[in-house]
C-alpha cells in the first residue's frame, strides 16, 4: 500500500494511530508522476508525504513490464501474463504494439499517463530510488510471467544477475538498505540458480518476486525452494502478496515481511477483515458488508477489535455509507483493516512462540481460499 | 455539510480535531437510505454517526421540490427553477411527468433512489426529525423558485404558514430546538407579511430561507427586509448559504448561522479557501491546487493556517493528489478548508468587536464575486 505516496483515503496521522511501522511506494508512478527531481525538491518521499517511519519503493521494473502487458492481456501477479518471447504468437503481439521492449541493458516503455516513451536500467532505477529517499530499496529485475516458457524464464534470469551486480555497484544513500529480488519462474533448477548467485553478493535483505507460479501450490513450492537457502541473518521479503492465506504460508515457510494494497482495497469494497469465529465470513476471511444482512446490524465489525472504527461505528452505519458510496466507507474500513491485519501479524508471532502456529493457520483458514 | 450523515471526506473524530461545533443532515436523504426508524435503531443521529456535538437536520422539504424539480430542469437554489405554477407552460410540465406534487395539505414526490412514491406533511416531517433525534430541527416550508411569479408565490406563503401552525403542534423532544422559516420569495410585501406572521409564534429560533432572489443584490434585499424585523432574543439562521461572500454580506445583516457543504465541495475540487493577501486568489475566495503553478510549490497552502494539513503538506504534494485522482487530496483540503472557514468567522467575530468590520469584508472580498 502506499501505491502514489499515499495510502489510499488515509492520513499518515491515521495510519500512525493504527500503529503502521512501514509502507512501500511505487517508484514506476512517483517517476512518472510527479518525478523523481520533484519528489526531491519537496524533502523526499517522507516529508512530502508526512511521514516518518520506514518507506520501501520498489524498482520499477513490476510496473514498466506488467502495465504494459497489462494493457495488452488485462492479467495480474499470480497466474498472470507479462512479455515474454515463448508464449508470443510469431512475429510479434497479438494486439497493438508493445508499450514494453527488453533488451539486455534495461527496459523501455511508454507511460500509461501520456504515451511517452522512457526507459529504466539497473543504474538509473537504484539512481531514481536514491532521489526519491526510501529506507529499503530493490534491486532492478525481470519479473517473468508464470506462462513464460523454461528458455525464456532462464534467459531472463541471467539478464536479472547481470543488473543485480549492476545495481550493486551503484550509488546509494548510507541509510538505504538494497534487496536482492530472486527470481526464475515456477522452475526449481532456475530457482535454485538463482538462490545460488544471489546470496553470494552483498545484500542487506532479500525478495522473492516474479512468477510464483499459476496456482497457490505452485506459490508454496517457489518459497520451498528458495527460503530454506537464504542466509539466516538476513530480512526476507515477499513482493506484492498479502492476502490472510498468504501471509500464513509464506511466514509458515520463513517469510519476515509482505506488501501488499489488498487490505486498503479490500476496505475500499466493504470486504472487513475478521477471524474465523465470525458468521458469514466470505472465502477472502472477511465479512462483506455490502450484503443485505448488514443493513440492520447494530454490532461493530469486530467488538474485540480495538480500532477507532470498531469501537465508534455499527456495522448498519458501514452498510448504509456504502449504499450511499460515501468517502467514509473506504477511510473506516481501512483503518479497521490495517488493525485487524497487525493484530494478525501479533497473533501469529505469539502463536510461533508457543508452539501453536499451526492450530492458529487451521482455525484462521477453514473456509478460506 | 454532513448531507447524508457523514461529512465528505472526513471522519468526526477529524471534525472534532478542526473544532467544528455543529453540522447538518438532510432528512429527506435520511429518510429514504437508510431510513428514519433505522437510523432511530441505531442509536439515532449522533450515535450513529458518533457525533456529539450539536446536529440540524432540515426539513426535508426543500429536497423533496428540489429534486424532483432538478431532474427536470437542471437548476440550483440561488436563480434556480422550483417546481410552481406560473413558470409552467399550459398544460403541464416540460419533460416527462413531474417527480413532485404539491397540495395544502402535504407534498408528495418520488424517491431518487428506485423512483418509489412518498409524502411528507408538516406532521410527518417533524415526526421523523424526531425519529432521527436531532438537536436543531425546522419547520416543513415550501421553497419557491426566483421565477415563480407574485401569484404562486403568495399562495405558497399561505401553505407555509398554515404548515407552520402544524409543526409547532406536532409533538418533538424536550432537547429540540424548533426554528420557523421565512419564506416570500423576492416581493418585500410577501416577505413583510411572513415576518409579521412568523414572528408572532413561539419558535426557538428563525431561518431565513427559501428563493433568495436571482441575483446578489435581491439577495441582500430579502435579509434587509427580514432580520430587521425578527425577534432580537432568537438566533437566526441562514438556511444553504456559505460561499464566503455571502458569509460576510449575511453576519453584516445579522444572521448567526450558516449551512453549506461548499467548503467540503470546494476541497474535493482542489479549491482551498485564502485570505485578500494570497496572489493567484481565484474569484471564489480561492486557490486552485490543480493549476500547473502549484506543480512546484513548495509552500503550505497558508504559512499562518494552523492546520494539520497547512503544518504538514506542500502545495505541491496537493496538486500532485489531486493529478492522481488521490482521495487524500480532498480529505487534506477538507480539514483546511474547514480550518479557514472557522478562522474567517472568528475574525469576522474580532472585527465586529473591535469596529473594523467593514475594513476585513472590503480586504477579503476584493476580486471576489
Redesign the interface.
Known amino acids: 500500500m502506499g501505491t502514489?505516496?499515499?495510502?489510499?483515503?488515509?492520513?499518515?496521522?491515521?495510519l500512525a494511530q493504527i500503529g503502521v511501522q512501514g509502507l512501500l511506494a511505487n517508484t514506476y508512478?512517483l517517476y512518472l508522476?510527479?518525478g523523481a527531481e520533484?519528489v526531491r525538491?519537496?524533502?523526499g518521499l517522507h516529508t512530502?508525504?508526512?511521514w516518518h517511519r520506514p518507506i520501501m519503493t520498489d524498482s520499477g521494473g513490476f510496473q514498466a513490464f506488467s502495465l504494459g502487458a497489462a494493457k495488452e492481456h488485462g492479467v495480474g501477479k499470480l497466474g498472470g501474463v507479462f512479455p515474454h518471447k515463448d508464449a508470443e504468437p510469431p512475429g510479434g503481439h497479438r494486439s497493438g504494439e508493445s508499450l514494453v521492449k527488453v533488451d539486455n541493458d534495461g527496459v523501455t516503455f511508454r507511460s500509461y499517463i501520456d504515451g511517452s516513451t522512457h526507459r529504466f536500467t539497473p543504474e538509473s532505477s537504484i539512481a531514481i530510488q536514491r532521489t526519491l529517499g526510501a529506507d529499503l530499496i530493490l534491486a532492478f529485475d525481470e519479473c517473468t510471467s508464470p506462462l513464460a516458457g523454461y528458455d525464456y524464464t532462464a534467459e531472463s534470469l541471467e539478464r536479472t544477475h547481470q543488473w543485480a551486480l549492476r545495481c550493486l555497484e551503484s550509488p546509494r544513500d548510507p541509510h538505504q538498505s538494497l534487496y536482492g529480488i530472486l527470481q526464475g519462474g515456477a522452475y526449481p533448477d532456475l530457482r535454485r540458480q538463482a538462490v545460488d548467485f544471489m546470496t553470494k553478493l552483498p545484500w542487506d535483505a532479500m525478495a522473492i518476486g516474479g512468477s510464483l507460479g499459476e496456482t497457490k501450490e505452485d506459490f508454496h513450492q517457489v518459497l520451498d525452494w528458495t527460503v530454506p537457502h537464504l542466509p539466516p541473518h538476513l530480512p526476507r521479503h515477499l513482493l506484492g502478496i498479502g492476502q490472510m492465506v498468504d501471509i500464513f504460508e509464506g511466514v509458515e515457510r520463513g517469510i519476515d515481511t509482505f506488501d501488499c494494497v489488498i487490505p486498503t482495497r479490500f476496505a475500499r469494497t466493504a470486504n472487513v477483515m475478521v477471524g474465523p469465529e465470525f458468521s458469514h465470513r466470505t472465502r477472502r476471511g472477511t465479512l462483506n458488508l455490502k450484503q443485505a444482512r448488514y443493513?440492520?446490524d447494530?454490532s461493530p465489525i469486530d467488538p474485540r477489535c480495538p480500532c477507532?472504527t470498531c469501537t465508534?461505528?455499527?456495522r448498519?452505519?458501514l452498510?448504509?455509507?456504502f449504499?450511499?458510496k460515501?468517502?467514509?466507507a473506504?477511510?473506516?474500513c481501512s483503518i479497521h483493516n490495517l488493525t485487524a491485519l497487525l493484530s494478525l501479524t501479533r497473533e501469529i508471532r505469539s502463536a510461533l512462540e508457543q508452539g501453536r502456529f499451526q492450530a492458529l493457520k487451521e482455525s484462521y483458514l477453514s473456509g478460506v481460499d
Chains 1, 2 share one sequence.
Request: hydrophobic residues 40%; aromatic residues 10%.
Open positions: 502514489r505516496a499515499t495510502v489510499k483515503a488515509l492520513t499518515p496521522l491515521q508512478h508522476r510527479p520533484e525538491a519537496m524533502g512530502m508525504m508526512n443493513r440492520n447494530h477507532y465508534n461505528f455499527h448498519a452505519y452498510h448504509f455509507l449504499a450511499s460515501e468517502i467514509l473506504g477511510t473506516l
